[in-house]
């Protein structure tokens, strides 16, 4: 017995091919996570000076401050964070070292901590040798983004690693400003800065796995990376250079709903009810935008409204396995805007160097395309080993696949609108 051109699976094949689905998501999730562990971590600063007194806006996440020794003793990170800053940041001119007055938590949002340090230099002091040893022992992958604005003087910034933990900055204009760091590093920063990034982000590779579900030919795959590069390409350059301010909480919110989108267009097409489906989104979306608008508890009423009206002309163009190969590169372009707009949030976080934006720009967006052809290249070879199973065995093991990232889309939807950090 058939349906929709696959043998019914029996209960047997239907628990080996949801293994399988099981073992692919669970090594997405791996992935992810020792991709995070290390390379991405990175904390921010901004300085500022007044008068011989200089002051450092410390930024950084909670969750890297755990991997100081300090912290498995005492619970209070932020304690923690600001005794291990009293050892590593030092502020020196003309070789001697500046009268340091001590620190104090800021405000910060969720799941970040934020420490204000402060330095007493003589007021003719021209120039400052800063130098930065934070994390670097811990995480030697570990970057920091430092970001100065002098008064009088143009805002400029400088990177940190483990190999560059000291910079000379200047404190007025018509001093001599030190020499940027050469383009090339510049490039190779920022190039591993956008790798990383995208390695480490589990809603992109999410979202890049749920396309790839319905691809059938090499030529599937080369549309959907090449959409997918053109689309974030294009937010990403308009953002950081100023020309675009997008909302970011919607925008986060709006990447789990491309997952959940595209997971539910792939169940509906193989089961035929993309009419259904079509009605079921837009009737949940319509219904959330009308409690937003009475019970006020969240503001993007519009956005709800147009979001039902997208889904269901796009579920409803999609009723077919080829009208939906035919539409994915359209709708990666569409939904890689969106993408683009989550990159130039992480960007816009750490601010990029003025001296060299361009430089920076297209290193992190080279960065990012490296690492999502490794993705591609990745989820393409896992791909391949489903092929080995019987038809019933490999819709089985879609269908999971599809259900779980649907799942996991609507969750980071709903999350981030409803309740962000």
């Known amino acids: ?103 104090n938590s800021g405000q910060a949002s969720s799941g970040y901590l934020r420490v204000i340090a402060r330095w007493q230099c003589p007021s003719d002091a021209r120039r400052l040798e800063i130098r930065n040893t934070a994390l670097f022992d811990e995480a030697p992958g570990h970057l920091h983004f430092a970001r100065f604005r002098f008064s009088g003087m143009d805002d400029f910034e400088r990177i940190y690693t483990r190999r560059t933990v000291q910079h ?118 319509a219904t959330l935008a009308l409690l937003n608008a009475l019970t006020g508890w969240s503001s993007p009423v519009l956005a709800l409204l147009g979001l039902g009206l997208f889904s269901y002309c796009y579920l409803r163009l999609g009723e077919s396995p080829s009208r939906a190969r035919q539409l994915r590169p359209a709708i990666t372009v569409l939904f890689g805007l969106i993408h683009g707009f989550g990159f130039a949030n992480v960007l816009l976080e750490v601010g990029l160097p003025q001296d060299a934006l361009v430089v920076a720009l297209f290193g992190f967006n080279l960065g990012v395309e490296l690492g999502q052809v490794a993705i591609v290249l990745v989820l393409a070879a896992a791909g391949l080993t489903l092929r080995h199973l019987q038809p019933a065995q490999r819709g089985a093991a879609l269908s999971v696949t599809n259900t779980l990232l649907c799942a996991l889309g609507c969750y980071w939807f709903v999350q981030r609108l409803y309740f962000p950090a």
């Open 1 to 103: 017995m058939t349906q929709n051109g696959l043998s019914l699976a029996t209960d047997a094949q239907i628990r080996q091919a949801a293994s399988v689905a099981c073992c692919l998501t669970a090594l997405l999730l791996f992935w992810a996570a020792a991709a995070g562990a290390d390379p991405q971590s990175r904390s921010y600063s901004r300085w500022s000076a007044a008068g011989g007194e200089v002051e450092a806006v410390f930024g950084i996440a909670a969750r890297e401050v755990t991997r100081l020794p300090s912290s498995r003793d005492n619970p209070d990170l932020a304690q923690v964070l600001r005794s291990y800053l009293d050892q590593h940041l030092h502020i020196t001119t003309s070789g001697t070292e500046c009268h340091y007055l001590g620190n």
């Open 168 to 285: 000379l900055v200047p404190l007025a204009r018509n001093d001599a400003t030190p020499a940027s760091p050469p383009w090339s590093e510049t490039l190779l920063t920022y190039t591993r800065f956008g790798f990383e990034h995208i390695l480490a982000g589990l809603d992109h590779i999410a979202f890049l796995l749920i396309l790839l579900i319905l691809a059938r030919r090499v030529r599937d795959i080369l549309f959907i990376a090449t959409g997918f590069t053109l689309g974030h390409s294009v937010t990403l350059s308009l953002t950081v250079l100023g020309w675009a301010t997008p909302n970011v909480a919607l925008v986060e919110a709006f990447i789990g709903f491309t997952i959940a989108v595209v997971a539910i267009e792939n169940v509906a097409v193989s089961g035929g009810s993309s009419r259904g489906a079509a009605l079921l989104v837009a009737s949940v979306l």
